[in-house]
Nanobody, 125 residues
Framework: QVQLVESGGRLVQAGGSLRLSCAAS????????MGWFRQAPGKEREFVAA????????YVTDSVKGRFTISRDNAKNTVYLQMNSLKVEDTAAYYC??????????????????WGQGTQVTVSS
């Protein structure tokens, strides 16, 4: 199973930018689809973005399209989430996730089998 550690979350003003990082270990990183999810207080965890194992395809949810970009560096076993034009409603704990098995592609929570501990992003008005 892949172990994941997120970093980069902090307090930021609306309109600002952040880059989240997720370092992976314990698996062949380049064979896993990677994703970012978020969970706000009192709400269910929701999909934010995903990237295929070789980086040739990315997927983002509509609410962040044009503002967030997911990328990966397979040489560094790291996936990133660049967040621009942040809004108060982006406030949440952000979780990195690895697909349930190598070569698996899906965007639902159940398509991911390994999760990080989360990093908090707070956007102030």
């Amino acid at each position: 199973q892949v172990q994941l550690v997120e970093s980069g979350g902090r307090l930021v003003q609306a309109g600002g930018s952040l880059r989240l990082s997720c370092a992976a270990s314990g698996g062949t990183f380049s064979t896993y689809t990677m994703g970012w999810f978020r969970q706000a207080p009192g709400k269910e965890r929701e999909f934010v973005a995903a990237i295929r194992w070789n980086g040739d395809s990315t997927y983002v949810t509509d609410s962040v399209k044009g503002r967030f970009t997911i990328s990966r560096d397979n040489a560094k076993n790291t996936v990133y989430l660049q967040m621009n034009s942040l809004k108060v409603e982006d406030t949440a704990a952000y979780y990195c996730a690895a697909a349930r098995k190598p070569g698996w592609l899906g965007l639902r929570t159940e398509d991911f089998g390994s999760w990080g501990q989360g990093t908090q992003v707070t956007v102030s008005s």
